[in-house]
């Protein structure tokens, strides 16, 4: 029932932006941190950013601080992600993740190509 999708992605070039969407249902999202990942081809996948349950407590990956923002609006049961000044190495499949009574969920993925 838990079910998460993804949206926003798509190709820009280095320096731009985009702002990712994950639309989460199944669950009652407000109670529960989330997470966004990432994967490029031919790398483990990476966490990104996490978020607290009321959006106050945000963590990053070093190599996207000061660059990409995550947020949430409960009232919507969406989680964002703002990426900024996008370099080719962020070029990736973007995940959303939840951790919901002892289960991992994610959605299908969106991809962000950064190429000029």
């Known amino acids: 029932q838990v079910q998460l999708v993804e949206s926003g992605g798509g190709l820009v070039q280095p320096g731009g932006s985009l702002r990712l969407s994950c639309a989460a249902s199944?669950?009652?999202?407000?109670?529960?941190?989330m997470r966004w990942y990432r994967q490029a081809p031919g790398k483990e996948r990476e966490l990104v950013a996490t978020i607290g349950i009321r959006g106050i407590i945000t963590n990053y990956a070093d190599s996207v601080k000061g660059r990409f923002t995550i947020s949430r609006d409960n009232a919507k049961n969406t989680v964002f992600l703002q990426m900024n000044r996008l370099k080719a190495e962020d070029t990736a499949v973007y995940y959303c993740n939840a951790y919901v009574q002892r289960s991992y969920y994610w959605g299908q993925g969106t991809q962000v190509t950064v190429s000029s």
């Open positions: 199944g669950f009652t999202f407000r109670d529960y941190a």
